[in-house]
């Protein structure tokens, strides 16, 4: 099985702070990395697709890089509404897709 | 527009088979490259990928919890259906459906199903 490893588990910043998560896949997994978001009591939503692609809708703040088995997900400037948890997925993996344990992003 | 939603019961008792039922409109499960997966979550806890089906019926599981996993679909009632045996106060989580390609990029709203006796 591909693991997934975010670190850090959580993080406390400031509105409009740059804030980075990292997600490393325990194998190359090319650029089958998918970024979530996730607020209390809803479903995830899309942000990243393909490692650094930009879901429609989702604010140009949110960036993404990274490629075989480390990878970035980078908020350029902390709005109040982007503090929530974080996920990364991979779906290189054929047989089965697998999620990072999440990074919960805490107001300072 | 893509719009799926999780129905099923809201409380099972151990041992007992819970079967959740995902109905989704804006797409069809007959569309090359399409599959529906079933992601849980636990109160508190990350997400967990339990099983994907895809257009042609193939279909994947989670390897921890395959011997209790089966997953189906209904093509002509734009449904899939997740069966899960022997629950137990472990699994209990909010189930959610969503739609995959190579990303889950529309979900459902998630159910809460709780195990307890």
């Known amino acids: 099985d591909i693991q997934m490893t975010q670190s850090p588990s959580s993080l406390s910043a400031s509105v409009g702070d740059r804030v980075t998560i990292t997600c490393r896949a325990s194998q190359s997994i090319s650029s089958y990395l998918n970024w979530y978001q996730q607020k209390p009591g809803k479903a995830p939503k899309l942000l990243i697709y393909?490692?650094?692609s930009l879901q429609s809708g989702v604010p140009s703040r949110f960036s993404g890089s990274g490629s075989g088995t480390d990878f970035t997900l980078t908020i350029s400037s902390l709005q109040p509404e982007d503090f929530a948890t974080y996920y990364c997925q991979q779906s290189y993996s054929t047989l089965r897709t697998t999620f990072g344990q999440g990074t919960k992003l805490e107001i300072k | 527009q893509i719009t799926l939603k999780e129905s099923g019961p809201t409380l099972v008792k151990p041992t007992q088979t819970l079967t959740l039922t995902c109905t989704f409109s804006g797409f069809s499960l007959s569309t090359s490259g399409v599959g529906v997966g079933w992601i849980r979550q636990p109160p508190g806890k990350a997400l967990e990928w339990l099983a994907l089906?895809?257009?042609?019926?193939?279909?994947r599981y989670s390897p921890s919890l395959k011997s209790r996993l089966t997953i189906t679909k209904d093509t002509s009632k734009n449904q899939v259906v997740l069966t899960m045996t022997n629950m137990d106060p472990v699994d209990t989580a909010t189930y959610y459906c969503a739609h995959f390609v190579t990303d889950f990029d529309y979900w459902g709203q998630g159910t809460l199903v709780t195990v307890s006796s």
């Open positions: 393909a490692a650094s």
């Open positions: 089906i895809y257009w042609d019926d193939d279909k």
